[in-house]
C-alpha cells in the first residue's frame, strides 16, 4: 500500500486548527499511525489505529478517518509542534507516507 | 523504561556488508516485535524487516535477498546484517520496538562510499 501525505510543507501560526493528510492507495481498515519527528531527534508515535492517543501525548494532537483517508489534526499549534510527521500503515505490509514539514509562520 | 540505542560503523564501502546492533535495555526482546526502520536523505523512511518474541523474521520484499536480523538473548540485542551495500542505502537506520514502533532508538547515520 502506497501512502500520500499533503501538504509536503505547511506553514501556519501559533493558534491555528492543523490538519494533515494521508491517503492510501488501498483500504487501510484503519490500521494507520501517526509519527511527529523533530530535527535530530528519534520519531515518536503520536496516534495508533487511526484515532488512539499514545500515552502522555497532548490532546491537542487527535485523529481520524477511514478507507483510504486518514487525518492528524492538531487543535491549536504550539511552537514545540514545529516537525516532520508521518503517516504509516500496518493493515497489508509496513509502510510510510512521505512526511509533511510543519513551521510557523 | 524502555530503551534503545543503536551502534555501528558510520561508513562502509560498497559491495560490502553493513552491520548494526540495537542494545535494549528496561524490557525483554523475548517480548514483543523488535524491527529496522531506516531514513533515507531528502526524508524517505522505509521499514526493513523486524524480529518477533520468538525469533522469527520478516522482511521487506524489497530486501528480502540482501537482509539478516538476529538477536542474542542473553545480551538483549538484535541485529541487522544488510549485504551488497550500495550508494543507495546511505540513510539513518534506527531500531524500534513493536510493529506499531512506540519506542525508538535515536538513530546511526550509515554512508556508503568509496
Known amino acids: 500500500i502506497q501512502l500520500t501525505q499533503s501538504p509536503s510543507l505547511l506553514s501556519a501560526s501559533v493558534g491555528d486548527r492543523v490538519t494533515l493528510s494521508c491517503k492510501g492507495s488501498q483500504n487501510i481498515n484503519n490500521y494507520l499511525a501517526w509519527y511527529q519527528q523533530k530535527l535530530g531527534e528519534a520519531p515518536k508515535l503520536l496516534i495508533y489505529?487511526?484515532?488512539s492517543l499514545q500515552t502522555g501525548i497532548p490532546s491537542r494532537f487527535s485523529g481520524s478517518g477511514s478507507g483510504t483517508d486518514y487525518t492528524l489534526t492538531i487543535s491549536s499549534l504550539q511552537p514545540e509542534d514545529v516537525a516532520t510527521y508521518f503517516c504509516?500503515?500496518?493493515?497489508?505490509?509496513?509502510?510510510f507516507g512521505s512526511g509533511t514539514k510543519l513551521e510557523i509562520k | 523504561e524502555v530503551q534503545l540505542q543503536e551502534s555501528g560503523p558510520g561508513l562502509v564501502k560498497p559491495s560490502q556488508s553493513l552491520s548494526l546492533t540495537c542494545s535494549v535495555t528496561g524490557y525483554s526482546i523475548t517480548s514483543n516485535y523488535w524491527g529496522w526502520i531506516r531514513k533515507f536523505p531528502g526524508n524517505k523512511m522505509e521499514w526493513m524487516g523486524y524480529i518477533s518474541y520468538s525469533g522469527s523474521t520478516s522482511y521487506n520484499p524489497s530486501l528480502k535477498s540482501r537482509i539478516s536480523i538476529t538477536r542474542d538473548t542473553s545480551k538483549n540485542q538484535f541485529f541487522l546484517q544488510l549485504n551488497s551495500v550500495t550508494t543507495e542505502d546511505t540513510a539513518t537506520y534506527y531500531c524500534?520496538?513493536?510493529?506499531?514502533?512506540?519506542?525508538w532508538g535515536q538513530g546511526v547515520m550509515v554512508t556508503v562510499s568509496s
Open positions: 489505529n487511526t484515532n
Open positions: 524500534a520496538r513493536g510493529r506499531g514502533f512506540d519506542y
Open positions: 504509516y500503515q500496518y493493515n497489508n505490509g509496513l509502510t
